[in-house]
C-alpha cells in the first residue's frame, strides 16, 4: 500500500502565510478525493476557544467532518505563542494528547500546520521543532518574498537539516502589495545555494478567492501525479 500524503507546513515566521498553504494543499488532496485531514495542534489568537480560525480553514478547504477537538487539541485566546499562551494560563500543554490525537490521523492524507516559525515554544519544554522531529514528516517551508528572507530561509533550513527533518519545498509568498526588487534574485540564490526546491513566489492578491487561486497554482507541483490528474 502506498504511504499517503502527509507534510507539515511550517514557516520563517509567523504570518507568511502557512494557513493559505495549508488550505491551498487540502483543497488540492479534497479534490483527487484524497479525503485529507487538516491537524493544527496548537492555536493562539481564538477569540472564541470553540473556534479557532485557522482550524477551521482547514478543516474547510479539507471538506472535513471531524470535530475541531480532534484536530486542534490546544487552543489559546492570547495571540502569543502557544507555550507562553499556555504559561500565562498556569498550565502545560499535554504533549501526550498531542500524540494521541496524531495517532488518529497519521495513517490518512494529511497537512500538519505548526504555529509560527520553528523555535516558537509549545510548552515549557518543546518548541515547534520538536514536534516536526516528533512527527516525522517532510516539511514546506513558508517563507517571505522579499528582502530578509534569504538569511531567515537560510537559518531554517540549517536548523531543520541539524534534525534531520527533510524539506519538500520552499514557498515564496509577498504578503504585501508593495514591490521588492530583491523577489527577482531570492528564488535562484535559495535554489543554488542551499539545493532545494522553491515554489513561487505566490502574489500579492487582495481578492481571498484569487489569493487562494494563486496557492494553488504554486503548490499543484507538490501534489502526486496521481492526485493532480482528477
Same mark, same amino acid.
Request: hydrophobic share 40%; charged share 20%.
Given at each position: 500500500?502506498?504511504?499517503?500524503?502527509?507534510?507539515?507546513?511550517?514557516?520563517?515566521?509567523?504570518?507568511?502565510?502557512? @494557513?493559505?498553504? !495549508?488550505? %491551498? +494543499?487540502?483543497?488540492?488532496?479534497?479534490?483527487?478525493?484524497?479525503? #485529507?485531514?487538516?491537524?493544527? #495542534?496548537?492555536?493562539?489568537?481564538?477569540?472564541?476557544?470553540?473556534?479557532?480560525?485557522?482550524?477551521?480553514?482547514?478543516?474547510?478547504? %479539507?471538506? !472535513?467532518?471531524?470535530?475541531?477537538?480532534?484536530?486542534?487539541?490546544?487552543?489559546?485566546?492570547?495571540?502569543?505563542?502557544?507555550?507562553?499562551? /499556555?504559561? $500565562?494560563?498556569?498550565?502545560?500543554?499535554?504533549?501526550? @494528547?498531542?500524540?494521541?490525537?496524531?495517532?488518529?490521523?497519521?495513517?490518512?492524507?494529511?497537512?500538519?500546520?505548526?504555529?509560527?516559525?520553528?523555535?516558537?515554544?509549545?510548552? !515549557?519544554?518543546?518548541?515547534?521543532?520538536?514536534?516536526?522531529?516528533?512527527?516525522?514528516?517532510?516539511?514546506? +517551508?513558508?517563507?517571505? /518574498?522579499?528582502?530578509? @528572507?534569504?538569511?531567515?530561509?537560510?537559518?531554517? +533550513?540549517?536548523?531543520? %537539516?541539524?534534525?534531520?527533518?527533510?524539506?519538500? /519545498?520552499? +514557498?515564496?509568498?509577498?504578503?504585501?502589495?508593495?514591490?521588492? @526588487? !530583491?523577489?527577482?534574485?531570492?528564488?535562484?540564490?535559495?535554489?543554488?545555494?542551499?539545493?532545494?526546491?522553491?515554489?513561487?513566489?505566490? #502574489?500579492?492578491?487582495?481578492?481571498?478567492?484569487?489569493?487562494?487561486?494563486?496557492? $494553488?497554482?504554486?503548490?499543484?507541483?507538490?501534489?502526486?501525479?496521481?492526485?493532480?490528474?482528477?
Amino acid at each position: 500500500m502506498a504511504k499517503p500524503f502527509q507534510l507539515f507546513v511550517t514557516g520563517t515566521d509567523t504570518g507568511v502565510g502557512k @494557513t493559505q498553504a !495549508s488550505c %491551498a +494543499l487540502l483543497s488540492l488532496l479534497a479534490d483527487a478525493g484524497l479525503e #485529507p485531514q487538516g491537524f493544527k #495542534p496548537y492555536e493562539s489568537g481564538c477569540a472564541r476557544l470553540s473556534e479557532p480560525a485557522d482550524t477551521l480553514a482547514m478543516r474547510a478547504a %479539507a471538506r !472535513s467532518q471531524l470535530p475541531v477537538e480532534a484536530l486542534c487539541p490546544h487552543r489559546f485566546r492570547a495571540p502569543l505563542a502557544p507555550g507562553i499562551a /499556555a504559561h $500565562r494560563l498556569g498550565r502545560e500543554p499535554d504533549w501526550s @494528547t498531542t500524540l494521541a490525537a496524531w495517532e488518529r490521523l497519521r495513517h490518512g492524507t494529511a497537512i500538519v500546520e505548526g504555529a509560527g516559525g520553528l523555535f516558537v515554544p509549545i510548552d !515549557s519544554q518543546r518548541d515547534i521543532m520538536d514536534l516536526i522531529a516528533a512527527l516525522g514528516l517532510p516539511v514546506l +517551508l513558508v517563507a517571505r /518574498a522579499g528582502l530578509g @528572507t534569504l538569511n531567515h530561509t537560510a537559518l531554517s +533550513l540549517r536548523a531543520l %537539516a541539524g534534525r534531520g527533518v527533510p524539506v519538500s /519545498a520552499v +514557498l515564496l509568498s509577498r504578503g504585501t502589495p508593495t514591490k521588492d @526588487t !530583491s523577489e527577482r534574485d531570492n528564488r535562484q540564490w535559495l535554489e543554488e545555494r542551499h539545493g532545494v526546491r522553491v515554489l513561487g513566489p505566490v #502574489p500579492y492578491l487582495k481578492d481571498p478567492r484569487r489569493r487562494h487561486a494563486a496557492f $494553488r497554482a504554486a503548490l499543484g507541483p507538490l501534489v502526486p501525479h496521481r492526485a493532480r490528474g482528477r
